[in-house]
């Protein structure tokens, strides 16, 4: 592994300081509301996974941590988000919410400790099958969100913010990956896709809005026609 430059170091830790924010004004926006509408939960949880995923490939191969220390706090703000989709809008009690927190905390450590638990060898392919999944669920975890946007011709409560920084936070990283960790081809791979679905929530975000732009509907396609064309031409009595 070659020695970081200091740039690819610092803007690392950049990354990490930045994805210990770039979470809260989605976090806060779903709480101001008292509603996570718009906010897909199958996405949520797909990016959960793919975070630990990530985050234990890493911490197993000994990365240093200004490498890849972002997935921790992107980790743990997806977590709050998921929590709070089950809580407003699945109405799961608070005590309901220590499952899968207890369950996510579990799994997050296990994993981090393949290679002790499952020795070496196994260990080392087992971290390398988890990387391999956050390919997938980076592009496949994120498809619900977008085609919910596209169905609804709105965003809810996505935080324009929220994505335009893990935009921000991946184009880094490609960097930084290629400086400190000779371009690993799984985690370049991983942050050029999370690159074009967070671009593309951004546009879909300024694009739609908020409150979104809905489509005509079929009675109001057929007043515009007809206003269109015009009043009909009045028949003269006699004419037939």
């Not at 490939?57 to 703000?77: I, V, W």
């Not at 997806?78 to 220590?98: A, F, G, H, P």
Request: aromatic share 8%; net charge positive.
């Amino acid at each position: 592994m070659p020695p970081a430059t200091p740039v690819a170091d610092a803007l690392g830790h950049a990354v990490i300081v930045g994805a210990a924010l770039y979470k809260l004004p989605q976090v806060f926006q779903i709480h101001r509301a008292r509603s996570a509408a718009g906010v897909n939960l199958p996405s949520s949880i797909s990016d959960l996974v793919n975070y630990i995923c990530a985050f234990a490939y890493s911490y197993g191969s000994n990365h240093p941590f200004s490498a890849y220390g972002e997935t921790l706090f992107q980790g743990l703000g997806t977590l709050s988000v998921t929590l709070q989709i089950l809580y407003y809008e699945r109405q799961r009690s608070l005590r309901e919410l220590l499952h899968p927190l207890v369950a996510t905390v579990a799994v997050t450590v296990a994993s981090c400790h393949a290679k002790t638990i499952l020795g070496a060898r196994v260990g080392t392919r087992f971290l390398n099958l988890l990387k391999s999944f956050t390919v997938i669920f980076s592009f496949v975890g994120r498809v619900p969100q977008l085609w919910s946007n596209y169905q609804s011709q709105a965003v809810g409560e996505l935080s324009l913010s929220t994505s335009a920084l893990n935009a921000l936070g991946s184009i880094v990283r490609i960097f930084t990956v290629y400086q400190q960790l000779a371009g690993d081809v799984l985690m370049t791979l991983t942050q050029v896709l999370s690159l074009g679905i967070n671009a593309t929530l951004v546009g879909q975000i300024l694009y739609y809005g908020q409150h979104g732009r809905r489509r005509p509907s079929e009675s109001t396609v057929a007043a515009v026609q007809v206003k269109a064309r015009g009043p009909s031409p009045s028949r003269v009595p006699g004419s037939e």
